[in-house]
């Protein structure tokens, strides 16, 4: 009986002081769920009297360098992908006194292929693709879509033909910058339609660009407007030329331009930044028809300001759709137009939701 | 002492130059115009040739090694460049440390993969060449493929699920302050949406509610001229302080000589023109 107790008591008191005696350590886990795949979640078994824990990891020469000095026993850190780590974690005292040290087991992480954490945009992709082919498809089947008319599109041809009129040149910038930005790719094919007008009214055209790359394209896209005109008489590649791609140097040397020739039609279309005014002002000084298009919603009060048209945000983006009559990009527009009621309708559920503080729906649309 | 004073009277004639465009096209500003340009050019050209093509690139496909350890694919790709650094020795440097021979540049990973971005580099030149020039549309369609691929993702999660999650508030917070707040995004945001609606002819209430969203939109880009106004004053201020520090004795008096010098320039050939015309 006495034995009994003896052991319980041990046992009582081997459970209740274990953690005191119990040595240092420290254990790595990958994060599986991170995309990235090189998160390592961090958590340390404290030695009695550590307070400060300086840790470190293994680099693959051998070194150990430090990853951070702390007193939370649990944090994540990166580590590089494929390469196996290990961590150490040495302990302090209050006075800075080592009290311990622990190394823990190898580690490898992996860059993974899905990254469930953004599910909802995978999801939210699909839908919006998936519509928009849709309408795409049914404009293919030549399915009218009507679109709502908008006054700086309509005013395309009106001033390319007084440009001709008047004996003057067209002036077109495509924004002043690379064609890693959607609105330089969408300047570029406003650029092909106005480039048809161009050829059609046989108004000289002059087009200032500012990046190699989008010289080049630029050239092809004039080259096959006025091709497709039945006009490759009246293309030269001068039309389209390059100037720096310092962005006020080019805004310089579009205003001096613009001095210059004294064009009758200018086309601000693309990506712009703060030299937006300075060019739009001068096209306004020398008398010419503006119309401006851009996606950068800081420079398109100074269009507004200063042009005679300005296509605000997605009319820029739907200018190539209306100025054609590819079904294609006609369908897309619809698809559109019903993804942004889609959302509308989701914002609408979501207010509704979160005013009677039901959270889900709006958890829905989380992402990292 | 002498390069502060030379360094002020070229900013001062610089910065007039420029002003002068206010007056109207002159030569102050064709001259000013033409060296912004030409200097801005050849810098951007060689700042994108030192600080991107050559350690990104280059520095990718031969990063610097020591030839003696060079053996089989290695010794022959590191001959490629030996072959470059006999040709062009300031873009393909060799050096030798302590008897060393070091072959390549800076000491990035190798990365053959960028033997890809080279050779799309190198149809980009083929332009040159009328009969191969085709090749150059292979670069072209490759970036403009990949910078759309890559920015569908950047602005459907930023522009679009990120600012519905950020736009579902409630009606009511408890506050009627921040509940009007609410009220008012809620509002801008879908008759803002509804204005960018194409395929629906906007009459009726329809029209009312794209109203209301032109409004919001037009009310925003009021705040953002007033804003960008300021800040150009704050610049122009700048220039002028400068052009008044350039003004004092220390610096030969640059603002105002030159200044006197720019305007009867102008009187002189304006008049010129007159008499001409």
């Known amino acids: ?40 979640n961090i958590t340390i078994t404290p030695v009695e009297g550590s307070s400060i824990y300086i840790v470190q990891k293994s680099l693959e ?44 087991e190898l580690v490898v992480t992996e860059a993974k292929w899905f990254n469930v954490k953004r599910t909802n945009r995978f999801v939210a992709l699909i839908l919006i693709s998936g519509t928009i082919l849709y309408y795409i498809s049914r404009a293919k089947k030549n399915k009218k879509i009507y679109l709502r008319p908008v006054a700086g599109l309509q005013a395309f041809e009106e001033a390319v033909g007084r440009a001709t009129e008047m004996g003057r040149s067209v002036l077109f910038v495509p924004g002043i910058m690379d064609l890693d930005q959607v609105e330089t790719i969408s300047g570029l094919i406003i650029l092909g339609h106005v480039a048809k007008m161009t050829a059609r009214y046989e108004a000289e055209l002059n087009v200032p660009v500012s990046r190699s790359l989008v010289m080049e394209s630029g050239r092809e896209t004039v080259q096959a407007s006025y091709l497709s005109e039945g006009r490759p008489d009246l293309f030269s590649e001068d039309m389209v030329h390059y100037y720096t791609d310092d962005q006020f140097a080019f805004a310089a040397a579009v205003d001096g331009v613009m001095l210059r020739e004294k064009p009758a039609a200018v086309f601000l279309q693309g990506k712009f930044y703060a030299e937006s005014l300075i060019m739009a002002e001068t096209g306004n000084s020398i008398g010419a028809i503006q119309i401006a298009g851009t996606g950068s919603p800081s420079q398109i009060p100074f ?63 989380v992402g990292s | 002492m002498y390069t502060g004073i030379l360094g002020a009277w070229v900013a001062v004639f610089l910065t007039l130059s420029i002003l002068s465009y206010l007056y109207k096209d002159n030569v102050f500003y064709k001259l000013a115009e033409h060296i912004f340009v030409g200097v801005s050019a050849a810098h951007w050209a060689t700042i994108a040739f030192w600080n991107q093509v050559q350690p990104n690139l280059f520095g ?8 003696a350890s060079l053996s089989g694919f290695d010794k022959f790709w590191y001959g490629i460049y030996h072959g470059l650094h006999v040709l062009f020795g300031k873009v393909f440097p060799e050096e030798t440390l302590n008897g060393v021979l070091y072959r390549g540049i800076g000491d990035q990973p190798q990365n053959l993969t960028y033997l ?28 403009i493929g990949m910078a759309a691929g890559l920015r569908l993702y950047g602005y459907m999660s930023s522009d679009v ?7 579902m508030l409630p009606l009511w917070t408890g506050h009627l302050g921040s509940s009007i707040n609410n009220i008012i995004l809620i509002v801008g945001v879908l008759t803002g949406l509804f204005y960018f609606f194409f395929s629906v002819e906007h009459k009726g209430a329809l029209k009312v509610v794209s109203r ?66």
């Open chain 2, 116 to 143: 890809f971005a080279f050779i799309l580099g190198v149809f980009m030149l083929f332009r040159l060449i009328p009969k191969i020039g085709w090749l150059s549309r292979w670069s072209l369609a490759y970036v």
């Open chain 2, 161 to 167: 699920i990120g600012q519905i999650h950020a736009t």
């Open chain 1, 61 to 104: 020469s051998g070194e150990w360098v430090s990853v951070v000095e702390t007193r939370e026993l649990t944090f994540s850190t990166n580590i590089s992908n494929d390469i196996s780590t290990q961590f150490k974690v040495i302990a302090l005292d209050s006075d800075r006194t080592v009290v311990g040290e622990a190394i823990s």
């Open chain 1, 303 to 365: 269009f507004v300001t200063a042009c005679d048209y300005t296509l605000i945000g997605e009319e820029f983006f739907a200018a190539s759709a209306y100025l054609g009559d590819d079904p294609k990009l006609l369908g897309s527009i619809k698809g559109q137009d019903i993804v942004k009621a889609i959302l509308m309708l989701c914002l609408g559920i979501g207010v509704l939701l979160e005013t009677f503080n039901i959270h889900f729906f709006k958890n829905l649309f």
């Open chain 2, 60 to 67: 990718r496909l031969w990063p610097q090694t020591d030839v």
């Open chain 2, 212 to 277: 209301i969203g032109i409004y919001y939109l037009m009310i925003y880009f009021g705040a953002s001229f007033g804003f960008a106004v300021m800040g150009r004053i704050s610049l122009l201020i700048g220039r002028f302080n400068d052009l008044i520090e350039y003004s004092g004795k220390q610096y030969w008096f640059a603002t105002p000589i030159l200044l006197i010098v720019m305007v009867v320039v102008l009187v002189l050939t304006t008049r010129k023109e007159k008499e001409e015309a």
């Open chain 1, 1 to 40: 009986m006495i034995v009994k107790r003896t052991a319980c008591v041990l046992f009582l008191l081997i459970g209740l002081f274990g953690f005191a005696f119990a040595g240092l350590a420290i254990e790595a886990q990958v994060e599986h769920s991170e995309a990235d795949g090189n998160k390592v």
